[in-house]
């Protein structure tokens, strides 16, 4: 799936959070946005998940605006997109059932009927549960196979979180939207869920992540986009952001140089 936004703008009555964004992100690709608080990233975020409509501009997935299809067929592009937020948010039952319940509800009544009665079967004929292989799969992606039957109750902050991307994962998504996902997690699962966004994007996934880790934005990569007060201030790889980038307030950011003066104000 390739995405474009074009001249997208988002508001709320008379605040402007998105001005005139345009960017387009590949099939395979990483591109993480990164700017201070409040600058607009997870407006986008939301906007890329079809989550909100534009105010102006147009969001297009393959070519195509769902803002202009029925519901039924904007449906249809979203189950396409996994969303990952900053805090996981688990069901209080099994690993195996958190990450499989992100397959089941993007399928048809009709699928997840059969599915049921699929399920309720197996518990009459076996003695033990069984698990979908893409659930395992999803699971061993970010190093918990092993837990699949656990209860999500039990897991540490860190082991939700891989969780809840490993539920994302599970549903196959052409696009992968992750807002700040390791922001509350430890070096060890912070580098557990990079290597499974870094495969991710070697089985053709797009990745669109919004992080305020400045490292992690050169390490996983392929292009970084910088927003400041709603306006996509440059996009480019890694390497040019963060070493030669072409606009001044960019360099002070990525320097670490405060933008705003005592009042709030951007200096």
């Given at each position: 799936m390739n995405?474009?936004?074009?001249?997208?703008?988002?508001?709320?009555?008379?605040?402007?959070?998105?001005?005139?964004?345009?960017?387009?992100?590949s099939s395979g690709e990483i591109m993480t946005v990164i700017g201070p608080s409040g600058a607009g990233k997870t407006t986008l975020l939301r906007l890329a998940a079809l989550f909100e409509r534009p105010t102006d501009g147009v969001v297009r997935f393959d070519g195509m605006d769902p803002?202009?299809?029925?519901?039924?067929?904007?449906?249809?592009f979203r189950r396409r997109i996994g969303m990952v937020f900053q805090q996981?948010?688990?069901?209080?039952?099994?690993?195996?059932?958190?990450?499989?319940?992100?397959?089941?509800?993007?399928?048809?009544?009709?699928?997840?009927?059969?599915?049921?009665?699929?399920?309720v079967a197996d518990r009459w004929?076996?003695?033990?549960?069984?698990?979908?292989?893409?659930t395992l799969e999803a699971l061993d992606l970010v190093?918990?196979?092993?837990?699949?039957?656990?209860?999500?109750?039990?897991?540490s902050g860190g082991e939700a979180q891989r969780v809840s991307f490993a539920r994302a994962?599970?549903?196959?998504?052409?696009?992968?939207?992750?807002?700040?996902?390791?922001?509350?997690?430890?070096?060890?699962?912070?580098?557990?869920?990079?290597?499974?966004?870094?495969?991710?994007?070697?089985?053709?996934?797009?990745?669109?992540l919004a992080t305020h880790d400045m490292h992690q934005a050169e390490r996983i990569s392929d292009r970084v986009a910088f927003l400041l007060e709603g306006e996509l201030i440059e996009v480019g790889p890694p390497e040019r952001?963060?070493?030669?980038?072409?606009?001044?307030?960019?360099?002070?950011?990525?320097n670490g140089d405060l933008l705003y003066d005592e009042n709030g104000l951007l200096a």
């Open positions: 995405l474009e936004l074009e001249h997208a703008s988002y508001g709320v009555d008379d605040t402007d959070i998105l001005d005139d964004v345009s960017l387009t992100l803002w202009s299809l029925s519901r039924d067929d904007r449906l249809e996981a948010s688990l069901f209080e039952t099994s690993v195996a059932r958190n990450v499989d319940i992100g397959q089941r509800v993007r399928r048809p009544w009709s699928q997840r009927i059969r599915g049921f009665i699929r399920r004929i076996r003695s033990a549960p069984t698990v979908d292989d893409r190093g918990l196979r092993e837990a699949w039957d656990r209860d999500a109750g039990s897991l994962l599970a549903a196959g998504p052409d696009l992968l939207v992750l807002d700040e996902p390791t922001s509350d997690l430890d070096p060890r699962n912070t580098a557990i869920l990079e290597r499974a966004i870094e495969r991710a994007r070697g089985r053709d996934h797009g990745v669109l952001i963060f070493d030669d980038p072409r606009d001044e307030r960019t360099a002070r950011f990525v």
